[in-house]
């Protein structure tokens, strides 16, 4: 199957930068491509890496779309993409799903959405906002400042939750484990749904003996930063759960069949993707057959042009509303 290969790099701005653990992140990079058949036919992908994730960054993206030249075959062009570039092979396998009309399947006619709480003293408006418009999961950004502050607004934060409203907390491994320690004291047996990668990647020891040790759940993230990496842990007995950001993964189906033959807890997120990596990727959280958790995809409106932004924020979200994300608006907005 012979096709036209294209592609569009951009830089991003968000409406406000985000702070994490990793420090202030103020425009998403990344590139999107589309391919072109014989009949006029075109699928979109985009490849959005992390470099802190381990994930190659926009320019390696770019040396690796040129090496492929602008016309490919359709059936050889993942097996011809130089290593390292998982990011581009999920936007090609997005882009040639979508031409071929392999797209999963949903599993679920609805999912819940955890809305994205930002660091700092901001996520007190912003979660009186949020339980407003009738959200009940919450994640917020942690490890951005001093843990005893923090700590401080976590009370604030707590208090103002309804009866079975949930936390979650991203440290985006920014703690050390005497730190960790100090949260999962302060976590236990309050309405903390589980910590996101309390440590560094790389530290599986920490992240294994914290898991064991303390009653609140771990979710692993940064340390997923290869589809390999699923299976390492895996094999290690990880009793946490999997936070899956199908983005940067290079053969999600893949990864997410060997999590769903091992009965594992799976959290589906956002990569702070732009609308045309959201519709690929929550594909796979509507296709997913295990116990849904609520989405980490409560992140729009993002961007400072809001016709980048994935689905707009609801505490629910419906298979129907991936149908009006329109990739090809995107693809022209960045002409």
């Known amino acids: ?26 425009e998403r990079a990344g590139v999107l491509i589309r391919l072109t058949d014989a009949d006029g036919r075109a699928g979109h992908g985009e490849a959005a890496p992390i470099p802190w994730f381990g994930t ?3 320019d390696g993206v770019e040396a690796a779309l040129s090496s492929l030249g602008e016309w490919i075959d359709g059936d050889e062009v993942l097996a011809r993409l130089p290593a390292g570039q998982p990011t581009l092979a999920f936007a090609l ?50 490890g951005a400042g001093q843990g005893s502050d923090e700590r401080v607004l976590l009370d604030d934060l707590l208090a103002r939750l309804p009866e079975k409203a949930r936390l979650r907390l991203d440290a985006n491994g ?3 484990r005497r730190e960790a320690a100090r949260w999962l004291d302060a976590a236990a047996e309050r309405p903390i749904e589980f910590i996101e990668q309390p440590v560094a990647a790389g530290d599986d020891d920490t992240l294994l003996g914290l898991a ?22 895996l094999g290690q007995g990880w009793p946490g ?24 807890d799976v959290v589906f997120s956002s990569a702070l993707e732009t609308a045309v990596g959201a519709r690929a990727a929550l594909r796979f959280a509507f296709a997913w057959k295990g116990a849904p ?3 980490g995809f409560g992140v729009w409106p993002l961007f400072a042009n809001a016709w980048a932004d994935g689905p707009v924020a609801a505490p629910f979200l419906r298979a129907s509303d991936l149908a009006r994300l329109n990739p090809a608006a995107v693809w022209a907005a960045l002409a």
């Not at 096709?3 to 653990?21: D, S």
């Open 212 to 233: 064991n040790d303390y009653p609140t759940p771990l979710a692993l993230d940064e340390s997923i930063a290869v589809d390999a990496d699923v299976e390492r842990w």
């Open 174 to 176: 920014a703690w050390d």
């Open 56 to 58: 190659g960054d926009a």
């Open 93 to 142: 396998r997005s882009a040639l799903n979508a031409l071929s009309g392999r797209e999963p399947p949903a599993a679920h006619d609805h999912l819940q959405v955890a809305a994205l709480l930002p660091a700092g003293r901001a996520a007190l408006t912003a979660l009186d906002q949020r339980l407003e418009a009738g959200f009940r999961v919450f994640k917020w950004k942690v």
């Open 293 to 295: 958790r609520a989405l």
């Open 241 to 264: 759960l999997f936070v899956i950001k199908p983005c940067l993964l290079a053969d999600p189906a893949a990864v997410l069949a060997t999590l769903e033959k091992a009965g594992a």
């Open 1 to 26: 199957m012979r096709l036209r290969l294209e592609h569009r790099r951009h830089a991003l701005p968000f409406r406000q930068p985000v702070r994490t653990g990793h420090g202030l992140w103020s």
